[in-house]
């Protein structure tokens, strides 16, 4: 949920200064396995969750607790770099930081809901971090929604990937779905296979809504969104895949991307990178 994107520097810094950069492909294809699950509860402005967890294909079940929407940005350090440091460097408005990778998360649930987000966490340290920012441009990382976590290494880590049924794959500038989405419970893999960050957010639009007047309340956020968003991926970086589940009912939907464009600082969305889809 990078909803500022279009007219807030700080995001567009951090995510076109090389801090999701370079990164290896996640998710093998393979049988379906149980994966391990990690239980991250977000409120004003915190989040609870392990401080460790074995490496594997791990299930990242965020629960919102509110009242602002929050979602869960995984970030893999490199080597000799650290959790502290990441909050200090952002905190100051440094960006331009090529030990940290983004590899997704589940992003926001409607307020006292739930989303989730599978992916294969290798050993390491991480941060989870919250970058919403709503009326007061702050993003919830410096409020305090930040932890760290250590990814440790298993004996037989659980790599392949869950049993799927859609694939979404991003790149610049749109979502390629197959087969079309319909109605029900549905395990989606999506990957990036663009060269730019991309993140996927699922909204179930009002009545008569279109996603351009969707994208469109994003930009300002002013008053009860008209728009729910019902979860999907944080940002990933090239390469990278996540997997959701979710439960569509019918009516209309938007996808979109509001990372912005490492060439001009655009969210992606305003370059197109929104679809609009009929579940039926």
């Not at 909803?3 to 801090?19: N, T």
């Not at 770099?81 to 590899?103: I, P």
């Not at 979502?175 to 909204?203: K, M, Y």
Request: glycine content about 10%; charged content about 20%.
């Amino acid at each position: 949920m990078f909803r500022r994107c279009d007219g807030f520097g700080w995001i567009a810094a951090l995510l076109c200064a090389g801090l999701i950069a370079g990164c290896s492909r996640a998710g093998a294809e393979g049988s379906a396995a149980s994966p391990q699950e990690l239980i991250v509860t977000a409120a004003d402005f915190h989040f609870r969750a392990p401080k460790t967890v074995p490496a594997g294909l791990t299930r990242i079940r965020l629960h919102n607790e509110g009242p602002q929407p929050h979602h869960v940005q995984l970030v893999r350090l490199a080597p000799g770099h650290t959790y502290a440091e990441l909050v200090r460097e952002l905190s100051a408005g440094n960006f331009k930081l090529s030990w940290a990778t983004f590899v997704g998360g589940p992003e926001a649930p409607p307020v006292h809901g739930t989303t989730e987000a599978t992916l294969l966490l290798e050993p390491g340290e991480y941060a989870m971090i919250c970058l919403v920012s709503l009326g007061d441009h702050v993003p919830h990382f410096a409020k305090g929604m930040a932890l760290p976590l250590t990814v440790t290494a298993a004996v037989r880590p659980t790599t392949a990937e869950p049993t799927v049924d859609v694939r979404i794959a991003l790149n610049e500038y749109g979502f390629d779905i197959a087969p079309e989405i319909s109605a029900g419970r549905h395990t989606i893999r999506v990957e990036n296979v663009g060269t730019q960050p991309h993140h996927l957010d699922f909204v179930r639009l009002g009545p008569g809504r279109t996603a351009a007047q969707a994208l469109d309340w994003f930009r300002e956020m002013k008053g009860t969104p008209p728009d729910v968003s019902v979860g999907g991926t944080t940002a990933l970086a090239p390469g990278i895949v996540n997997y959701v589940t979710l439960d569509f009912v019918r009516g209309d939907y938007a996808l979109i991307c509001f990372v912005p464009d490492s060439k001009d600082g655009r969210s992606h969305a305003r370059h197109g990178m929104l679809r609009q889809l009929s579940v039926q």
